[in-house]
């Protein structure tokens, strides 16, 4: 009998290297329901930011007095990723800022500055992080006067009432994906998180709430010194009482500025409550600190390369979109609408070498900035192209595709929290990467089922007599035979 060879197994990544499966969030972010759900939220959030701001005279003397307050929040739109892709040449000092497209021609002569601004700008990664921290900065600062700490309160509050359902939608729907393998409607994972709502809102809220109240008891323990001849001793010798209680003070702090993605994860992935997410989220936290390190490195240099990634796409669409209409449309009515188009997406079209241009060797000085000849010899003005209600709704068109390549960093950031939340799941209580909460379902059961009880003569009803357990006599007796 010939010797059959078993089959080696393959080498799994998912298993044995699970970290690995945190390249996975690129694709999960990309996803047009996660695009949606994060341009939602970012703008939810900022309308609700700039109904807080004050006044816009208020703001500016405020601004110029104390340059700690807040600046008025922009639109998705307007923002700038922190690319810092302009030229280093000092001889193209005078060129207009390039964008994502040029920054690929410009790598080959500099490539070590690109790859750093590529793989370096962790800051746009970690976005969803400094909006939630800023307003906790500005609570704590010692020379914010009362009225800005308000306002940071409530601007903190209102992000987690916004992504308390979006973050958890966000979250849940990745889950799914991640660990079975199964797209999630948008529907779907809105209701889980509108279900699952005080639970997304109650792990970061306790936790601030503990912060407060360990701040609280050293606030009155100082409240000793102030004791008239035996203040300073009694604050002396509880000195050592509050260095401890500073220090579970730092483990909040440092568990909370952390791990409050965890919590969120944490419920998209168990189905479990805030209690659970907050006890989960310190215990991975302080359990796996150098994995947990390492996962948020590997995070920030992928999200910066696939922001950037996203960015190059979303540029290269709208320019070749606005060329593709510039062929056969007016050419100020497409400059008009490339000039009022969020900085996000593209530069103005008279910076770029446009093939079909009639006067392209011309020298620059002979071309005109307000009037330009369209195909049919006509001479139109920008602000005459551009007026009409059609120009309006292209305009609104090119803001809500620059907030959705905006809303990618959101849904980047929660993806990867999700993923890291499998891989400490792991690591520490040894849950395979398949496992998540899909609901309450029957367990199957495989006795078969009862048929036939009536027959049987068995008397279900309620009653003090004892069953009647007797079988029935047969509907057709079999016959008998004569004597």
């Given amino acids: 009998m010939p010797h059959r060879a078993l089959p080696l197994e393959g080498f799994d990544l998912r298993r044995h290297v699970p970290w690995t499966q945190l390249f996975q969030s690129f694709r999960l972010a990309l996803r047009i329901r996660q695009l949606l759900l994060a341009a939602i939220g970012v703008t939810l959030t900022t309308v609700g930011w700039r109904l807080m701001e004050p006044s816009s005279t208020t703001t500016t003397r405020k601004l110029d007095e104390q340059p700690f307050v807040f600046t008025p929040t922009s639109w998705p739109w307007e923002r700038d990723l922190g690319f810092d892709l302009t030229s280093p040449d000092p001889q193209e000092a005078g060129e207009p800022p390039v964008n994502a497209l040029w920054a690929l021609a410009s790598g080959l002569k500099n490539p070590q500055r690109f790859f750093s601004q590529v793989f370096g700008n962790w800051s746009v990664t970690l976005t969803p992080v400094t909006e939630l921290l800023n307003p906790g900065q500005r609570m704590f600062e010692p020379t914010v006067p009362a009225s800005e700490r308000l306002r940071a309160l409530f601007q ?103 791990g409050w993605p965890l919590m969120f994860a944490t419920i998209s992935v168990e189905g479990t409550d805030g209690f659970d997410g907050m006890s989960r989220a310190f215990n991975y936290v302080y359990e796996r600190p150098l994995l947990y390190l390492w996962q948020i490195v590997l995070s920030l240099v992928y999200g910066s390369f696939a922001v950037f990634c996203v960015l190059f796409l979303g540029q290269l669409a709208t320019l070749l979109s606005l060329q593709g209409l510039s062929l056969g449309a007016n050419r100020a009515w497409v400059e008009s609408i490339a000039d009022e188009a969020p900085a996000l997406l593209a530069p103005p079209l008279e910076n770029t070498d446009w093939a079909l241009e009639a006067d392209h060797d011309a020298p620059q000085s002979t071309q005109s900035d307000a009037t330009r000849a369209d195909a049919t010899g006509s001479e139109t003005t920008r602000s005459e192209a551009g007026s009409g209600i059609g120009d309006t709704i292209l305009k609104y068109w090119l803001r809500a595709w620059a907030t959705l390549i905006h809303g990618f960093v959101y849904s980047f950031f929660w993806c990867s929290a999700t993923l890291i939340y499998f891989v400490l799941r792991k690591s520490v209580d040894g849950n395979d990467l398949d496992e998540v909460f899909m609901g309450i379902q029957p367990e199957p059961d495989d006795l078969l089922p009862l048929v036939g009880a ?18 029935l006599p047969p509907d057709n007796p079999p016959y008998a035979a004569p004597r």
Avoid at 201 to 215: S, Y
Avoid at 454 to 471: C, F, I, K, Q, W
């Fill in 454 to 471: 009536a027959a049987m003569g068995v008397d279900l009803t309620t009653s003090d007599r004892p069953a009647n357990l007797s079988p």
């Fill in 156 to 258: 903190l509050l209102w992000w987690l009432v916004v992504w308390g359902l979006f973050g958890g939608a966000l979250s849940r729907s990745a889950a799914v994906e991640f660990a079975r393998d199964q797209s999630t409607h948008l529907t779907g994972a809105l209701r889980f998180a509108g279900r699952n709502y005080l639970s997304f809102l109650v792990g970061p809220l306790l936790t601030l709430l503990a912060v407060l109240g360990v701040a609280l008891l050293l606030a009155l323990g100082g409240l000793f010194s102030r004791l008239p001849a035996i203040g300073t001793v009694v604050g002396g010798f509880g000195g050592g009482l509050a260095l401890v209680i500073g220090l579970l003070l730092a483990i909040l702090v440092m568990g909370l500025a952390v």
